[in-house]
């Protein structure tokens, strides 16, 4: 019996034009395959040529090293991130080349060039200096898209302290988690954000945070939305206020390649997010030269991503990448949809993007609004586009290649996660055929295979574990503060890096990513831990029980689907459902707003107590397939359960 049944079957194959393979990086399949294998007989010797691009302070003197299940890349060699960023572009020559070009909601642009960007990195990274942050400190960030992110990104790497980018939609409490966790020192925050022409309080959720977070000593405001904020005497300051003062330059800290870059959060399967650690030159390599081919990044080229920085691919795609490759990006700030659903291509129009990035759940959302917005827009200067964050179902590649590519551009559908640091299963353009729905083949020094349970390799279609079996320069090196945790989650199961997805690889090799196999949710592309949602609903203080599980919705991809049992006292009501799901949505944040939620007496529990989810998936889904149901403690509950679906 197959391990997970795969019933997509798509046979639409896709060619890049001889135009743009002519001019691609990579130019033909042959080459990739040529190419490919070369570097994964000796990734060590494939990298140690690549990094020769980077500018080094001191070589290294090991390509790669196993410390007992720990990856250490380039130990030896010191560099800077941030210097690589910038300091190297502009000594290239591309000083006066747009780094930055930042499209408010408002539309009143503004650009940075290279050394534009250089001189407001570096005052920051004196104002950091002077208020005591060294290197190893974690400086938290939380900020919305503006220039101010990046730079402060970049102010971090370039002295060496770490930092912590928390999504700025995040609330309060989840805030507080992230930075106790880390025991940030220095909060770098904005008065406020603009989100469809709306303040979000963002100065006042760090506030509330920050009541429970004694680690931080000072707090850095940006000023961007005007809203009235108070200021704590002595630990706030306004960021325009302590520039001002600041020098125009400041020397970049020579680095060892394994000293910690940025911690990231990100949802796991069980308890709190984990903080995913990435170090300075194996990541920065591996961001550089995935987007350098998957990209295929021009000197004329400009990149719009649409992500958010407070996710891995605004920090590997907007900021890390593109800016060691001295790229153009282009940077919004809000909705997609404002003040009209055809922001995005309106933005393409406007700044003359060659490249764009999004998500799936974006171009379904998009599509659902209409032909007319996209063909009221000229998006002649495309030649690129890609996807990221889950699968794409065939329908929404084909719009997208038509409506947006116009069958012109290639469409890169990239596979990675916030753990891999950058793409490791993709299409290089000008060198993949496409098939609508297949990520297509690993990237150069990357080996992914699929796994049965018992850590055979699956058949040609078999769906099983996703794994990849060598290290790669920009893999996670450890959970903050729990290293044992990164071993068990992702090296235990079969002693090779366990992803947490389920693939099949079809007759040409080419792999399909068929979702998530643990209890993480991709709802909208964002990783949303199944233990998170439910502790919040427990938090309430009138639920006993809860559980959530995923059902499939047309834009987001997947929704979450949330079961509650109330506690004695407490009536079942509309309002009190209304009240629970604002409840997830003040605790952890709008995106993990369960969209239904159904309460219930009672859960489907086995013996021993375990909820069996793949039950209520079921429930969910108003599918009737439940498995056995004979092992419950009390099977007649699952047609109740499913009597009362919403
Ligand atoms: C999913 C996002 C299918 C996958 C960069 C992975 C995808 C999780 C794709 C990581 C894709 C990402 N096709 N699924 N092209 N890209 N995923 O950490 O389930 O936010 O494990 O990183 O997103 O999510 P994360």
Redesign the pocket.
């Known amino acids: 019996m197959k391990f997970i049944d795969s019933i997509l079957k798509e046979g639409r194959t896709f060619y890049p034009s001889h135009e743009f393979s002519r001019r691609a990086h990579i130019k033909n399949f042959q080459e990739y395959s040529r190419l490919y294998k070369k570097s994964v007989e000796n990734p060590e010797a494939f990298w140690a040529e690549k990094a020769k691009q980077l500018d080094w302070f001191r070589k290294w003197d090991i390509v790669l090293r196993n410390d007992m299940g720990f990856f250490k890349w380039f130990e030896g060699g010191y560099l800077n991130v941030c210097h690589n960023c910038v300091d190297r572009i502009v000594k290239s020559g591309k000083g006066k080349k747009a780094a930055l070009i930042w499209e408010p909601e408002s539309g009143e642009h503004k650009t940075y060039t290279y050394e534009e960007l250089l001189k407001e990195v570096c005052r920051l990274a004196n104002v950091l200096r002077k208020l005591g942050i060294k290197k190893g400190d974690v400086v938290e960030i939380y900020l919305p898209m503006i220039p101010e992110l990046p730079i402060a990104m970049l102010a971090c790497a370039r002295i060496g302290a770490i930092h912590s980018v928390v999504f700025a939609g995040f609330s309060s409490d989840a805030l507080k988690d992230r930075i106790q966790d880390s025991s940030a020192v220095l909060l770098i925050t904005a008065d406020g954000s603009f989100r469809n022409g709306k303040v979000f309080p963002l100065k006042d959720n760090a506030d509330a945070a920050l009541k429970e977070c004694p680690s931080i000593k000072n707090v850095i405001v940006a000023k961007r939305a005007n809203n009235g904020i108070s200021m704590s005497d002595g630990r706030d300051f306004w960021w325009h206020e302590l520039v001002n003062d600041a020098e125009d330059f400041c020397g970049a800290e020579s680095l060892h390649s394994e000293e910690s870059l940025f911690i990231l959060y990100?949802s796991g399967t069980t308890g709190k997010p984990k903080g995913i650690l990435h170090t300075q030159a194996g990541y920065l390599l591996f961001a550089y030269q995935t987007f350098k081919w998957v990209f295929d990044i021009r000197d004329n080229d400009i990149y719009f991503c649409t992500a958010d920085i407070g996710?891995?691919?605004g920090h590997s795609y907007i900021v890390y990448g593109p800016l060691s490759n001295g790229a153009t990006i282009v940077m919004y700030e809000g909705s997609p949809t404002f003040p009209n659903p055809d922001r995005f291509w309106r933005i393409i129009e406007k700044h003359k993007a060659t490249i764009f990035y999004t998500a799936?759940t974006a171009i379904r959302a998009l599509a659902k609004e209409g032909d007319e917005w996209p063909n009221k827009c000229n998006l002649s200067s495309l030649r690129l586009l890609g996807?990221?964050?889950?699968?794409?179902n065939p329908e929404a590649w084909m719009w997208y290649h038509e409506m947006i590519g116009k069958k012109r551009c290639p469409i890169v559908?990239?596979?990675?996660?916030?753990?891999?640091g950058g793409i490791l299963?993709?299409p290089l353009p000008g060198a993949t055929p496409l098939k609508p729905g297949s990520?297509a083949k690993p990237f150069f020094g990357i080996v992914a295979d699929v796994l049965r349970e018992d850590g055979s390799k699956a058949g040609i279609n078999e769906g099983g574990y996703l794994v990849i079996k060598t290290p790669w320069p920009g893999m996670l090196r450890t959970i903050w503060n729990n290293p044992e945790k990164y071993k068990s989650t992702y090296f235990e199961k079969f002693g090779v890096y366990l992803?947490?997805?389920s693939a099949r690889i079809d007759e040409e090799g080419y792999f399909w990513?068929m979702?998530?196999i643990d209890d993480?949710i991709?709802v909208a592309?964002?990783?949303i831990g199944s233990a998170e949602v439910e502790s919040s609903l427990v938090s309430h203080r009138a639920v006993a029980e809860a559980a959530i599980v995923p059902y499939p919705h047309d834009i987001k991809g997947q929704a979450i689907y949330a079961f509650v049992v109330l506690k004695k006292g407490f009536e079942k009501s509309d309002g009190l459902r209304e009240e629970l799901r604002n409840h997830v949505s003040k605790t952890v944040g709008p995106i993990a707003k369960p969209d239904k939620l159904q309460f219930a007496d009672d859960l489907p529990k086995t013996r021993s107590g375990k909820i069996m989810r793949r039950i209520l998936k079921a429930v969910a889904e108003g599918s009737r397939d439940y498995g056995n149901i004979m092992t419950l403690a009390d099977p007649g509950i699952v047609e109740i359960l499913a009597k009362d679906r919403i």
Do not use: F, L, N, Y
């Open positions: 990100t996710w891995i691919t799936p996807t990221v964050g889950e699968p794409i559908d990239t596979w990675w996660q916030t753990e891999t299963i993709s990520a992803t947490g997805d990513i979702g998530r993480v991709k592309g964002h990783r």
